[in-house]
T-cell receptor, first 112, second 113 residues
């Protein structure tokens, strides 16, 4: 079935390094993607989104890249900080336009 | 309010009991969603409300689960005759428009013993 999935379940980086979290999707009709950050005991928090008419979008210390050819997107976090430690999910509303499909998430651990 | 509020934050119940989980969406948000997150898993869609339209209940796992939204605002998710496999974090989200700008609450952690 259609799904949004993540390549790596865990990622450990040193404070100050850049982090890259990857996500693959299978629904070629997907045209909108969202990255969420979830800290322990909290709900997912919106980080950044991107529509399929874009290849790249930048926010504060975060960049999302979308490669529609291989159906892959990535979240890049610059100068990773301990506060960035969390589980990161990509999500896609899919053809329903509202029913988000989430991957299992990548756990990012930032070592001081 | 400033965010999506869910209550209780934690609920421990005995197997077979009924539970009600409450969600207060952001004021003015017409769309409201319930998701379930099991330990170490991604989020599983349960139900979607949009204004006065009939809800999309396609994600409810069994007829023990039901949800309502009164007055287009507060929503209650009810689980009847709880089972141990119902143990999870139940998350509510709302959005101003369908399909974007979702804001999640902190969830209700349900433990069935």
């Amino acid at each position: 079935g259609e799904s949004v999935g993540l390549h790596l379940p865990t990622l450990s980086v040193q404070e100050g390094d850049n982090s890259i979290i990857n996500c693959a999707y299978s629904n070629s009709a997907s045209d909108y993607f969202i990255w969420y950050k979830q800290e322990s005991g909290k709900g997912p928090q919106f980080i950044i989104d991107i529509r399929s008419n874009m290849d790249k979008r930048q926010g504060q210390r975060v960049t999302v890249l979308l490669n529609k050819t291989v159906k892959h997107l990535s979240l890049q976090i610059a100068a990773t900080q301990p506060g960035d430690s969390a589980v990161y999910f990509c999500a896609d509303p899919g053809g329903s336009n509202y029913k988000l499909t989430f991957g299992k998430g990548t756990l990012l651990t930032v070592n001081p | 309010g400033a965010g999506v509020s869910q209550s209780p934050s934690n609920k421990v119940t005995e197997k077979g009991k009924d539970v009600e989980l409450r969600c207060d969406p952001i004021s003015g948000h017409t769309a409201l969603y319930w998701y379930r997150q099991s330990l170490g898993q991604g989020l599983e869609f349960l139900i979607y409300f949009q204004g006065n339209s009939a809800p999309d209940k396609s994600g409810l796992p069994s007829d023990r689960f039901s949800a309502e939204r009164t007055g287009g605002s507060v929503s209650t998710l009810t689980i009847q005759r709880t089972q141990q496999e119902d143990s999870a974090v139940y998350l509510c989200a709302s959005s101003l428009v369908q399909g974007s700008g979702y804001t999640f609450g902190s969830g209700t952690r349900l433990t069935v013993v």
